[in-house]
């Protein structure tokens, strides 16, 4: 791609994103004050962010596979369930995903 098509893509990108938030910022305050349209609203943001990590961490280049990553999430899961701090989760995933990088080569 050139240069320019690069530039058009991410201002595209950010008046799109721009514009969502704005169309979710307009929404009226009486909309949300039903119980399920609240607990939607609640719930979507962590079921994107498990979406998000769920195909990161068990795919790659198009296929499904099982490797370290999954380990490395594994760990972090375990540690959040011990109610470990967030930089000790932090610091387990990333020597488990480190120790199956290098064990895996």
């Not at 498990?50 to 195909?55: K, S």
């Given at each position: 791609m050139s240069p320019s098509t690069v530039w058009f893509v991410v201002i595209g990108a950010?008046?799109?994103a721009y514009l969502l938030k704005l169309t979710g910022l307009s929404v009226p305050a009486g909309a949300l004050k039903r119980p399920s349209i609240r607990r939607a609203v609640e719930l979507i943001p962590a079921a994107l962010l498990?979406?998000?990590?769920?195909?990161?961490?068990?795919?790659y280049e198009g296929a499904l596979v099982v490797d370290f990553r999954l380990a490395a999430l594994a760990a972090a899961a375990i540690a959040l369930a011990l109610r470990a701090p967030f930089?000790?989760?932090l610091l387990v995933a990333?020597?488990?995903?480190?120790?199956?990088?290098?064990?895996a080569g």
């Open positions: 950010s008046v799109g498990a979406a998000l990590v769920a195909v990161h961490t068990l795919t930089i000790v989760v990333g020597g488990v995903g480190a120790l199956g990088y290098v064990v």
